[in-house]
């Protein structure tokens, strides 16, 4: 009733300031030509403007296709297998950074799965007071407000040095696995999966803690009322409900993993040398376009470039998946 | 008959699924600890040992080439300036055209092809990777020379941090124009005012809050931003000291924090973390502030 009363009382006032706007009160009277051309004219701007939008993604596809049209009729699909790197002979392979790349999203993605997910469980679920979830959610939510290179800068300084030990007895346990082969001598592909966790986190949480909020509560209820237990009914009814919304920002995050440059460029080593080690240290596409583009000259640039493109269209494609899958999957408790 | 006596209808702590429950819960609960902890750990050790290097001289001063003096290298005052000034030619891009693309969506095509297709590409514009927005204005601004015969410029980090802050801008406000009742825009409409009037005097108001909260969202993402910069606006030692500045290259505390933390003299690095400091501390702010506005808003998300 209060909210009623509320709305209406802006109501009048907003009705008062049309008034004002239209300074003749209550009389009929012709629209001037001014005012429809205002009309029109506004209509106009801002129908270019939502263009703008449109306008800068095509123009971001079609520079970059442009810049990479040499290195792309040169080496053609054989840029993707190859992984030679070398501006003195001028042949160039991206191999190393899309492997980087893949591999730093992915890893990071399986451990920050479970976590945002099950952060997001915790928070939606009646176990602490509400009080506490709700700071625990802003705090999460807040660790996204961080900027991506003091990320970087505590991974270098604080983070590295203080996980080295335990990824050394990683690599003495586990070293015959080609994964852990190499010895971790500080920057690498490990620490940088690490401080992807940390920026991917924040994006798993929040949108799977939105999606789980959305279960109507007769779900929950109809599952306790059958004698299901409180992990019975989040895995069998509210986690399946709300599958979409956490798929989407589980892709999100992918795509976000994947782009990301600052925090991953301090870390991981640089390096170009291929090695199937997460210990080693390695590069992404973004983090060679970070540490090369401004040097770059020639060929190289054009190859850059076309890393870049590739870079593109991964992120593309993800982002395209996330949103069908949320479409697809989302009309199910509407 | 009686099937009550067979089971005890008290809650029973050694059954098994009664262990499972309880297990999974601290498992769950372990999680959240996890999740918690990097923003903890991050923030005190920003807040504390950032802190520890912050003093006027810091604030004001001009940073020193790396490795001229190793006691002393200078301040972080001209990245500040850098920052706020091409966040601020960000703002005066994105805001406007951001805005306006959200009016369109929402008051004059709400569900035709082409504003299903904006919508659509104003998210994988928000998923395109920041580092691609700086190549792409090195390619068309940098290198091409085009404003006016500069290179790096300042202006040309504005556009490319612009390009980020464009996506999160129209969805906000679309979403904020969304929430507003039809009836207003009704009642507006019915006692005779143009479209024009009822968009100003009636639903922008109405979503305004909302609208703030968007562009201070995307403007503190823009600020901590530095992908964009390393190939636009470069990094510069100096204040900028006239309008001819803009055209050239400048710095900012991103920039900073990337090029002094990978020095190896000490003293560049304890400005690096003086400059995250100041970074954190305003980004933090921006974001409270944001949630603060959209919780106070007539027709905020967390009231209807």
Do not use: Q, V
């Given at each position: 009733m209060k909210n009623l009363k509320l709305d209406i009382d802006s109501y009048c006032k907003l009705l008062l300031r049309v008034d004002k706007a239209n300074t003749s009160k209550f009389s009929l009277r012709k629209r001037p030509t001014s005012e429809k051309l205002v009309d029109v004219g506004f209509k106009n701007i801002v129908v270019a403007m939502a263009s703008m939008v449109a306008v800068v993604l095509f123009s971001i596809f079609a520079v970059v296709y442009y810049e990479s049209t040499e290195s792309i009729s040169r080496y053609g699909l054989r840029f993707l297998f190859n992984s030679a790197w070398n501006p003195v002979t001028d042949e160039y392979g991206a191999f190393t950074a899309i492997y980087g790349t893949l591999i730093t999203s992915i890893a990071s993605l399986l451990i920050a799965i479970p976590l945002g997910v099950g952060t997001a469980i915790f928070i939606t679920e009646n176990i602490i007071p509400e009080y506490i979830r709700n700071v625990i959610g802003i705090m999460v939510e807040l660790l996204?407000?961080?900027?991506s290179v003091v990320l970087g800068l505590w991974a270098v300084f604080i983070m590295e040095p203080f996980i080295r030990p335990f990824l050394n007895i990683i690599y003495e346990l586990f070293g015959f696995i080609p994964f852990f082969s190499t010895q971790p001598l500080g920057a690498g592909m490990m620490p940088a999966i690490l401080i992807l966790v940390v920026m991917i986190l924040p994006i798993i949480t929040s949108i799977s803690k939105d999606s789980l909020k959305q279960v109507p509560s007769k779900l929950r209820q109809a599952a306790y009322g059958i004698g299901a237990s409180r992990w019975t009914t989040i895995f069998k009814v509210i986690i399946p409900a709300a599958i979409s919304g956490i798929t989407g920002g589980v892709l999100l995050a992918l795509g976000r993993a994947m782009g990301e440059t600052m925090a991953v460029t301090m870390i991981i080593?640089?390096?170009?040398?291929?090695?199937?080690?997460?210990f080693a240290p390695s590069y992404t596409i973004s983090s060679m376009l970070a540490n090369q583009f401004g040097e770059a000259d020639g060929s190289q640039v054009s190859s850059l470039m076309y890393a870049a493109l590739i870079l593109m269209i991964l992120t593309l494609l993800v982002n395209v998946f996330a949103q069908w899958i949320v479409k697809k999957l989302s009309l199910k408790y509407q | 008959m009686n099937y009550t006596s067979q089971k005890s209808l008290t809650y029973n702590p050694s059954l098994a699924r009664n262990i499972g429950n309880r297990t999974l819960t601290i498992i769950s609960a372990l999680f959240a600890f996890i999740s918690v902890l990097p923003l903890i750990l991050v923030i005190s050790y920003v807040l504390i040992k950032g802190g520890s290097y912050i003093n006027i001289e810091t604030l004001i001063l001009e940073p020193e080439p790396p490795g001229d003096d190793l006691l002393s290298a200078g301040g972080i005052g001209p990245a500040i300036t850098g920052t706020f000034i091409m966040a601020v030619i960000a703002s005066i891009i994105s805001i406007p055209v951001g805005v306006g693309g959200g009016i369109y969506l929402t008051e004059?095509?709400?569900?035709?092809k082409f504003a299903k297709f904006i919508r659509f590409g104003s998210n994988v514009l928000a998923g395109v990777p920041s580092i691609i927005s700086g190549v792409f204005i090195y390619a068309i601004i940098v290198s091409t020379k085009i404003l006016f015969g500069s290179m790096f410029s300042g202006i040309a980090g504005g556009i490319s941090l612009s390009i980020l802050m464009l996506p999160t801008i129209i969805k906000t406000t679309d979403e904020a124009l969304k929430l507003v009742p039809d009836d207003m825009r009704r009642a507006a409409l019915g006692v005779g005012a143009s479209k024009f009037t009822m968009i100003t005097n009636i639903t922008l108001p109405a979503a305004f809050s909302s609208i703030c909260t968007g562009v201070l969202l995307a403007l503190a993402r823009a600020a901590g931003e530095t992908a964009p910069l390393i190939f636009t606006a470069l990094f510069s030692r100096y204040y900028i000291?006239?309008?001819?500045?803009?055209?050239y290259e400048m710095g900012s505390l991103s920039v900073l924090i990337y090029n002094f933390a990978l020095e190896p003299y000490e003293a560049q690095n304890q400005l690096a973390w003086a400059a995250s400091f100041i970074l954190v501390v305003v980004l933090l702010s921006l974001n409270i502030l944001s949630r603060w506005i959209g919780s106070h808003g007539a027709f905020s998300k967390n009231k209807l």
């Open positions: 996204a407000a961080i900027p080593g640089n390096s170009n040398n291929f090695s199937w080690s997460i | 004059y095509s709400k569900s035709g000291t006239s309008f001819d500045d803009l055209f």
